[in-house]
């Protein structure tokens, strides 16, 4: 008695030790949610993970919070507290969801949709280590314990616990499995439920003839009667029709690319989910009334240039930008290597001085004939568009909706073939000009044709830089050598030249910043996704220099959002594009300006990463846009039909015989293309740190690499995983 009472003591203190710890990670993750809060005892470890942050386990358990066990390869018999760090991923809503389409284990799947962030787990080497079975009863068990003496009157209760461990199988095979607990309150108490999720078999798909694809390996996915069946042994399912079939689907539209700049880095990807109730086969495909719903992760080019070659000249030309005008602002150059300086001089001596000496008048006689053709067939309005006058901007308008573009991921957006001369100037010197002396020297050069007139450029008659101005003041000179105030003109022009050579980025950043409004007012509004009057705070002329820089930062992402949706979902219906296209320019409106000088951070307003989940509308063309895509995931979840459980309910007031005791639970049954249910991003090893003697070859990578992009390729394969929540 003495002993088994002790034993039942020591089991207490330790039931109550762990409530305490699983309480103390709750509260730290609430303070510090940037990092991933856990403890660890001997070699298990056990991590929170709030709703916000992504886990392989959210595809079955939902948006509500949870606890996770792992086993670490280091022992220690006294118990600390662990963090890992997050990465951050702003979440920009379009739509309104309707939450009841999905029901997983732990509820519907609604917290997610009320957090403002996203937070990843950083990858590692491993994959998660599994705890031995008889070791994750026993922590469930405490956990049980601990739970169960909570009041239901306060606010702190704990979340589920989840043990990856390995269940009995046949000789030689592993099947790994997450066994877990958790409680709900009935009445004044509270009662237990048991979570399972176990890895299955793979499978492989169907034909589309309607054979099935018969291997040595792998057999038929499960159909609906034998996910009933899988269903029965579960949860006691005596009738079929007291229960009905909610399904959820994922769709890669855009897979994240596995070749990164950065270990970790965030890239761009289109992911489709899918809900509806009611299916008639496995992996069906989804009804016109589907809720669907894209979550886009929208990454900068320069983190991400795979995926943004369209807007490559683009992205290029406005680092430029970027670049000269924090020179400009700091008031002093980077400094120059010998190569790199003699090279550029040399290539800008022999444009200017060659090509330009020579072949100038022929240069500009096919620029005035180009411009006389667009005049004469009013194809372009007075050169361009006009900025701050509304009356031509219907005329711009009318030129550019006869403009038609052949969108593709894979090339450049054509240069527009309007540029006058200050834009020509401005493309030759950013592609080549890198120190100040060669932009002195082309300064100095066009300069002295302009003196000599010799040089007699067209320039954008809206065209409000220093530059522009300066010659076509050069132009009222020519035309008023007797005038009284000719004088006073030549003076102010040759000032203005003198402060070009004094201070060259101020006009270059002039032009750079027009020559990029007209670029991305001309692809924006020729495509008809946005109107002019939309892009009026990105093209304010009367910011300071640098605010329309940042301006020009975020109208690039908003162009990169753009042709990532073009280039990857053709079937997607205009008005949603222009939809997304609304919000995300409001979006970058409305984001905060960097504090530092450094407009291209990581954490600046137009660089950050963005989250874009967009609720499209349903019983219209949105599923379509899934044709001819494979599901990445294919979950059915057999529930308790609602019809049936309030006639249930109303036998049991009258007094007549259950049917059943209560709901009895849920039941899952998940296909994947890819094994990552047990393949977490949380290994086992959070601080791993690689010496380079340890770090994988290239060929070990490749192979890597390649293994992760062929597996569950072949005939379609999926894993089956199969999981339950019972209700005690």
């Known amino acids: 008695m003495l002993a088994g009472g002790t034993c039942t003591v020591d089991r207490q203190v330790e039931a109550s030790r762990l409530f305490d710890a699983l309480s103390a990670c709750k509260e730290r993750a609430k303070a510090t949610p940037e990092a991933l809060h856990g403890f660890r005892r001997g070699h298990v470890c056990i991590w929170f993970v709030p709703s916000a942050v992504l886990h392989p386990l959210r595809d079955v358990h939902g948006a509500s919070p949870f606890f996770l066990a792992t086993t670490v390869e280091v022992s220690d018999p006294v118990e600390i507290e662990v963090q890992a760090p997050l990465s951050r991923t702003r979440c920009v809503d ?45 922590l469930l068990s405490l956990y049980c314990e601990a739970a169960f003496h909570c009041d239901p009157a306060t606010t702190l209760r704990l979340e589920p616990l989840y043990c990856l461990t390995t269940l009995p199988a046949e000789p030689g095979e592993i099947v790994k499995a997450y066994l877990g607990s958790g409680a709900r309150i009935v009445g004044s108490g509270y009662a237990p439920i048991i979570y399972t999720v176990e890895r299955g078999e793979w499978v492989a798909r169907e ?31 005596d009738n079929a029709s007291d229960y009905c079939l909610r399904v959820y689907a994922k769709y890669d539209i855009l897979s994240e690319s596995l070749f990164k700049l950065k270990p970790n880095a ?39 240039p795979e995926n943004h070659l369209a807007t490559a000249s683009l992205r290029k ?49 096919c620029i005035i004939d180009h411009f006389t053709i667009q005049i004469l067939t009013e194809a372009i309005k007075d050169e361009g568009f006009n900025m701050t006058e509304q009356q031509s901007l219907p005329a711009s308008n009318s030129s550019m909706s006869s403009v038609t573009f052949d969108l593709d991921a894979s090339t450049t957006l054509p240069e527009r073939q309007d540029l006058d001369f200050a834009e020509r100037f401005w493309k030759f010197t950013s592609g080549l000009a890198t120190s100040q002396a060669d932009l002195l020297l082309s300064l100095t050069t066009v300069i002295e044709e302009l003196e000599t007139g010799r ?45 070009w050579l004094e201070q060259p980025l101020e006009v270059l950043v002039e032009i750079g910043i027009w020559k990029l409004k007209r670029d991305y007012c001309f692809w924006l509004v020729g495509s008809g996704v946005v109107r002019w009057d939309e892009l009026d705070a990105f093209i304010d002329a009367t910011l300071p220099l640098t605010h329309q820089v ?45 504090a530092t000088d450094d407009l291209v951070a990581d954490d600046a307003g137009a660089m950050e990463t963005l989250m874009y989940r967009f609720v499209l509308p349903r019983w219209g063309e949105s599923v379509k846009v899934v044709e001819g895509f494979e599901p990445r995931q294919w979950s059915v979840c057999v529930v308790p039909d609602p019809n049936t459980t309030d006639r249930i309910g109303r036998h049991r007031r009258l007094g007549a015989p259950r049917r059943h005791e209560e709901e009895e639970g849920m039941f899952m049954m998940c296909l994947y293309r890819h094994d990552e249910m047990f393949a977490s991003r949380m290994g086992a090893q959070w601080d791993m740190k690689l010496q380079e003697e340890d770090m994988e070859t290239e060929s070990e990578q490749l192979e890597r690499v390649t293994d992760t992009l062929l597996a569950g390729t072949t005939g379609c394969r999926y894993r089956v995983v199969r999981a339950s929540a019972r209700y005690m």
Request: some cysteine; glycine content about 4%; overall charge negative.
């Open 455 to 499: 040089l007699q450029p067209l320039v954008n008659k809206y065209n409000p830089s220093s530059f522009a101005r300066t010659i076509r003041d050069l132009y009222r000179l020519s035309r008023m050598q007797t005038a009284s105030d000719a004088d006073d003109l030549k003076e102010s022009i040759s000032r203005t030249m003198d402060y």
């Open 317 to 365: 030309e406005l680092m430029k930008l970027v670049e000269w005008d924090q020179i400009r602002q700091r008031d002093c150059w980077p400094p120059e290597t010998e190569q790199s300086q003699g090279l550029a001089a040399d290539r800008v001596d022999d444009w200017v001085r060659g090509t330009i000496t020579l072949h100038w008048s022929f240069f500009f006689v």
């Open 94 to 138: 379009v739509g309104t969801l309707q939450a009841d389409m999905v029901s997983l284990l732990g509820g519907l799947n609604v917290e997610r949709d009320l957090t403002h962030h996203e937070w990843s787990i950083p990858s590692t080497q491993s994959d998660p280590v599994p705890i031995p079975l008889d070791e994750a009863r026993y």
């Open 207 to 237: 034909e589309e003839d309607g054979g099935i694809e018969q291997t040595a390996r792998h057999k038929a996915p499960p159909t609906l009667t034998d996910i009933f069946e899988d269903c029965n042994d579960v949860l006691n399912v």
């Open 266 to 304: 965030a890239g761009n990807s289109i992911v489709m989910e899918v809900s509806w109730k009611g299916c008639q086969s496995t992996l069906s495909s989804p009804p016109p009334s589907a809720q669907a719903i894209l979550r886009i992760r929208s990454v900068c080019g320069e983190h991400d």
């Open 550 to 594: 940042q301006r020009l930062l975020k109208l690039h992402r908003v162009m990169e959002l753009f042709h990532l949706m073009k280039s990857n979902l053709v079937s997607l219906p205009f008005e949603s594009l222009r939809t997304l296209i609304g919000v995300a320019m409001h979006t970058y409106l409305e984001s905060e300006e960097p």
